[in-house]
């Protein structure tokens, strides 16, 4: 089984950059279908974005598209993150999963994944 560990999270300015990191330390990296979702107080978890094993299937939220970029080191079982022009409503706890495999256009469903990490918590201030 897949174990999952996030971090990256911290206090941060708008408008600031900041880069999550999610490392796999449990089956195989390659099988997985890999995502980010978070959830803000008060809110139901939300997809924010999910990458195929090879790379080349990406989705992203509306909400984040442009701003966002996910992608993974094999290599290193990472999956990553990286964060512009940060909002306050990208104030969440960002939450990494991941499952055998998804066809992108489930991607954002978060009942697919079996796989979930502790979660890390990105703090966007005005």
């Known amino acids: 089984q897949a174990q999952l560990v996030e971090s990256g999270g911290r206090l941060v300015q708008v408008g600031d950059s900041l880069r999550l990191s999610c490392t796999d330390s449990?089956?195989?990296?390659?099988?997985?279908?890999m995502g980010w979702f978070r959830q803000a107080p008060g809110k139901t978890r939300e997809f924010v974005s999910a990458?195929?094993?090879?790379?080349?299937?990406?989705l992203y939220a509306d909400s984040v598209k442009g701003r966002f970029t996910i992608s993974r080191d094999r290599a290193s079982n990472t999956l990553d993150l990286q964060m512009a022009n940060l909002k306050p409503e990208d104030t969440a706890v960002y939450y990494c999963?991941?499952?055998?495999?998804?066809?992108?256009?489930?991607?954002?469903?978060?009942?697919?994944?079996?796989?979930w990490g502790q979660g890390t918590q990105v703090t966007v201030s005005s």
């Open positions: 999963a991941a499952v055998r495999s998804l066809y992108s256009r489930t991607y954002y469903e978060d009942w697919r994944y079996n796989d």
């Open positions: 449990g089956r195989s990296f390659m099988r997985n279908t």
């Open positions: 990458i195929n094993w090879s790379g080349d299937d990406i």
